[in-house]
T-cell receptor, first 113, second 114 residues
Framework: GDSVTQMEGPVTLSEEACLTI???????????LFWYVQYPGEGLQLLLK?????DKGSNKGFEATYRKETTSFHLEKGSVQVSDSAVYFC????????????FGKGTRLSVIA | DTGVSQNPRHKITKRGQNVTFRCDPI?????LYWYRQTLGQGPEFLTY????????KSRLLSDRFSAERPKGSFSTLEIQRTEQGDSAMYLC????????????FGPGTRLTVL
């Protein structure tokens, strides 16, 4: 079945360091890809999305590019802040439609000043 | 737009009791989803509705679980004869029925079964 694999955490970075959280997927058809973020004590929020190959999603300095050839959607940020400390989830909807999300296990990021 | 709301936010119950959770989606969102999240894991799909019709149920949704959305607005998730393994965060999300529209999540209901 469809699945998402993301790098194990926790990840601890100093402020202004570069961030990459790896995400790969297995899916039939043409999935849409998402990154959701969960800040401490808050609900899941959409961070960015991409709906077709080579699309780049971006928001709040984060970026991810839909790579069909490597079935990947890695999350990147050039300079992290303490306020970016959260759990990040990679997810997909299997058929590029409004269907249930399939999530990875999440990666906890801690940014220290 | 007040967002997706869920009640209660926390529920502690004894094994064997029944519990019911409520989700109020964003107004005019006709799709509503239920997910379950256990500690250290990503959310897992349970079931979803388009308007009042329940379109899909996961294998995770045992016969002790039932969900309804009687008028196509709010939804309830009931768990009968709770077990300790039911302890989790239950998340609700809603979206417009329009292609790859974003799912907006509520804050969740944390269930603890003693």
């Amino acid at each position: 079945g469809d699945s998402v694999t993301q790098m194990e955490g926790p990840v601890t970075l100093s402020e202004e360091a570069c961030l990459t959280i790896n995400c790969t997927y297995t899916a039939t058809g043409y999935p849409s890809l998402f990154w959701y973020v969960q800040y401490p004590g808050e609900g899941l929020q959409l961070l960015l999305k991409a709906t077709k190959a080579d699309d780049k999603g971006s928001n709040k300095g984060f970026e991810a590019t839909y790579r069909k050839e490597t079935t990947s959607f890695h999350l990147e940020k050039g300079s992290v802040q303490v306020s970016d400390s959260a759990v990040y989830f990679c997810a997909l909807t299997p058929n590029s439609g409004n269907t249930p999300l399939v999530f990875g296990k999440g990666t906890r990021l801690s940014v220290i000043a | 737009d007040t967002g997706v709301s869920q009640n209660p936010r926390h529920k502690i119950t004894k094994r064997g009791q029944n519990v019911t959770f409520r989700c109020d989606p964003i107004s005019e969102h006709n799709r509503l989803y239920w997910y379950r999240q256990t500690l250290g894991q990503g959310p897992e799909f349970l079931t979803y509705f388009q308007n009042e019709a329940q379109l899909e149920k996961s294998r995770l949704l045992s016969d002790r679980f039932s969900a309804e959305r009687p008028k196509g607005s709010f939804s309830t998730l009931e768990i009968q004869r709770t077990e300790q393994g039911d302890s989790a965060m239950y998340l609700c999300a809603s979206s417009l029925d329009a292609g790859t529209d974003t799912q907006y999540f509520g804050p969740g209901t944390r269930l603890t079964v003693l």
